[in-house]
């Protein structure tokens, strides 16, 4: 475990990020390719769909150190699979509010939808969400 | 009282008998301040069938291993909490309503036998006369006289079922209407929700620092049908370090919430039979909470219900999306 580090002021924040393969995956390629500036915080995870993300994964993110955890995924009736942001959204919704009551500050998580060709979308939420975990630590 | 409602049940059971592959009740336990869950498969041992206010275990808790071990039907007392556990699982398809019959007896509230012990300072109890106003136990340390309404179980005081939702394929009524003294479901959560969240992290903390993972608190909930399956076995992926220290300890509790959301029918099973005394159920009862206010759903109280997170709308009006642009 790494609590002692969790605790300690700093330090860069270090932050978990769930993308689904087909939008905002996408999107941050795209931030890329544009070269458009963005925060080096993240540690991007690929899954098939936002609705691949169990809740423990961003639990288990959380006990493991993470500052934070951001999970994007395509716009609402966007999914590459049809319906499953709409999953996604039920269950993330539940967690967010969840994470006071174990002690974790809501504002360490977000989600939100960024679709494959919004690099700039991307690039607002990233620095706006880095910027949000920076002045929470 | 108390006899006159057995023979009810008794007789009951005897009807539902022809039906059933195996019945599944309570008898007297291994002392006066407990009952015991039994399974019954010949009629003539009916008569071991108990019921009375220590009643407290939920049956229910067998429904889905049950239903997997015999082939024929299986029947079950059970209290009007317990049958939601029962609702739950058939919404869920996890057992066959039909293969599952109730026998649902109305109850007047059941006595935790933890607080009468924890009362009595642990004193050997030889006998206990248990009445709608007063107990009266015989000890090590002689007689005592106790109120009834210091002891119902947790729940039983924010219970709000009304008999008769609960049905069943039978049901017995209880000339004894529930007495224990109302108070606020989420009294304790609340009490958790003022501390800011470095205090809530220090108490989780010291909780989960007791918590031996012995895994009863999942073994005993009738809803985790998934029992030795468990993602916390599981080398790969490894979910789960097998080490025992408070943060493993909560994450494996927090498996439990999420994998409850939406389902636990707060029969606080899991907190009784905590050997640690954790304070488990105000995290199913604040994810539950949260379930009612997003979703407007409370489990086990509709078959025919879809589970809340096996749904969705394409429009959800309680829940606020966050714009982080
Ligand atoms: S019953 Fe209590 S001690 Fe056992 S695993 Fe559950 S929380 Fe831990
Ligand atoms: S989590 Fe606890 S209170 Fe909820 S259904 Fe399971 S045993 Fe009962």
């Known amino acids: ?137 | 009282m108390a006899k006159k409602l057995t023979e009810t049940i008794i007789a009951k059971a005897e009807e539902l008998f022809d039906q059933v592959e195996v019945m599944a009740g309570y008898s007297k336990g291994s002392n006066p301040l407990k009952v015991s869950p039994c399974f019954i498969e010949k009629k003539q041992d009916l008569d071991q069938l108990i019921f009375d206010k220590l009643c407290i275990n939920n049956l229910a808790t067998y429904a889905y291993r049950l239903s997997k071990q015999v082939k024929g039907n299986i029947g079950m007392v059970l209290k009007p909490c317990d049958a939601k556990a029962v609702n739950q699982l058939i919404s869920e398809e996890l057992i066959d309503r039909a293969a599952c019959k109730m026998l649902v007896v109305g109850c007047a509230g059941v006595l935790d036998h933890q607080k009468i012990s924890r009362h009595l300072g642990g004193a050997r109890v030889f006998s206990a006369n248990i009445g709608p106003e007063t107990i009266e136990v015989e000890t090590a340390e002689g007689k005592k006289e106790l109120k009834t309404a210091d002891f119902y179980a947790d729940k039983c005081h924010w219970c709000s079922i009304s008999d008769q939702d609960m049905g069943g394929d039978v049901f017995v009524e209880n000339q004894q209407k529930l007495q224990a003294p109302k108070k606020d479901r989420f009294e304790d959560v609340k009490q958790l929700e003022k501390l800011d969240l470095d205090q809530i992290e220090a108490y989780w903390k010291d909780e989960f620092s007791r918590c031996i993972r012995c895994y009863a608190c999942r073994n005993v909930c009738p809803l985790e049908v998934c029992q030795d399956q468990c993602i916390v076995h599981l080398d790969f992926p490894n979910w789960q370090s097998q080490k025992v220290v408070p943060s493993e300890n909560k994450f494996f509790q927090l498996i439990r919430v999420m994998h409850l959301a939406g389902r636990c029918v707060e029969c606080g099973e899991c907190q009784r039979v905590c050997p640690q005394n954790i304070g488990l159920l105000k995290m199913m009862k604040k994810m539950n909470q949260q379930i009612e206010t997003l979703f407007n759903f409370t489990p086990g109280m509709d078959v025919e219900a879809k589970p809340p997170l096996l749904t969705y709308k394409t429009v959800e009006e309680n829940i606020e999306e966050e714009e982080l642009i």
Not at chain 1, 6 to 30: H, M, T
Not at chain 1, 38 to 62: D, T, Y
Not at chain 1, 77 to 82: K, S
Not at chain 1, 91 to 97: C, F, I, Q, V, Y
């Open chain 1, 1 to 137: 475990m790494t609590e002692q580090e969790q605790k300690s002021p700093k330090k860069e924040a270090r932050i978990v990020a769930f993308l689904c393969n087909w939008c905002s995956y996408a999107g941050s390629d795209a931030a890329g390719t544009a070269r458009l500036r963005q925060p080096e915080n993240l540690r991007i995870i690929r899954v098939p769909c936002s609705g691949r993300i169990n809740p423990l994964f961003v639990l288990k993110a959380f006990s493991e150190g993470a500052d934070g955890v951001l999970v994007s995924g395509c716009h609402p009736n966007d999914c590459h699979y049809t319906d499953g942001n709409f999953y996604a959204r039920r269950r993330l919704e539940a967690l967010k509010e969840y994470l006071p009551f174990i002690g974790i500050d809501k504002n360490r998580f977000s989600y939100q939808w960024v679709s494959a060709s919004e690099g700039q979308r991307w690039q607002k939420v990233v620095t706006n969400f880095v910027k949000r975990i920076n002045s929470i630590l």
